[in-house]
Every structure is written in C-alpha cells, then in structure tokens.
C-alpha cells in the first residue's frame, strides 16, 4: 500500500488488495470534478424538465417555454447553461433553432436516472 503522508488516518485498512485496486482505478480529480458539475448542472428542477421535454422529440425554445409554462429570457438562460455543460446540442433551421439531448451518454444517463427513480418510487 501506498504511504500517506499529509493526513493521518486512524482507521485501519481491512483489504488491503482491495483499497490498492481502487485507489489505482481511482479517475484524477480533474476528471472527478468534472463528472460532480454534470450531476451538478442535472440536478437542478428546471433543467430536469427541460431534458425531459427534449429526451424523445428535439424542441424549439418557444415550444419549451410552453410546455414549461416559462418566459423566453428564462429557458434561454437555462439552455445556455446546458449547452454549455455539453448536455444538449442544437441545431438551426431557417430562424428557429432545435434543441436534443447531446448524445446517447446522456440519453443513457437520463434514462437509467428515470428508471431508477421509478422504482424507489411508490
């Protein structure tokens, strides 16, 4: 097992083999950091339902402010923030602009968390 140096731990290691597999799969915090502000960036009410609108059929903004029942300027800022999170992508078309899920990673992601939540609740 690795030394650690700058922190003092007090508990001992039970598995050994196991704690040394884990810390050598372990991502670097760059990429940890990243994967928290995804689920970050998900997490809030109203961006749920905007990806939720968008998961099956690719939306324009002013279809998704009805269906949200929100302003223009709001669901514009949430978009902003989603696109920029790389979570959805758009596509132009004449003077509308089309927004989906920005790949099947995060359709998986939204599906497996839907099915989840589907069977905790009850």
Do not use: W
Request: proline fraction near 2%.
């Amino acid at each position: 097992m690795p030394k650690r140096s700058s922190i003092e731990y007090t508990n001992k290691v039970l598995d050994g083999e196991t704690v040394q597999k884990v810390m050598t799969g372990m991502p670097n915090e760059k990429m940890l950091e990243t994967l928290g502000s995804l689920f970050q960036i998900i997490g809030d009410l109203t961006r749920v339902k905007i990806l939720f609108a968008i998961s099956d059929h690719e939306l324009c903004v002013s279809d998704i402010c009805y269906i949200l029942n929100m302003s223009y300027s709001a669901v514009s800022h949430q978009l902003r923030a989603l696109k920029k999170a790389r979570i959805i992508k758009n596509r132009r078309d004449g003077k509308n602009i089309y927004y989906s899920l920005a790949d099947e990673h995060i359709t998986q992601i939204f599906n497996m968390g839907l099915k989840h939540i589907s069977e905790i609740i009850d």
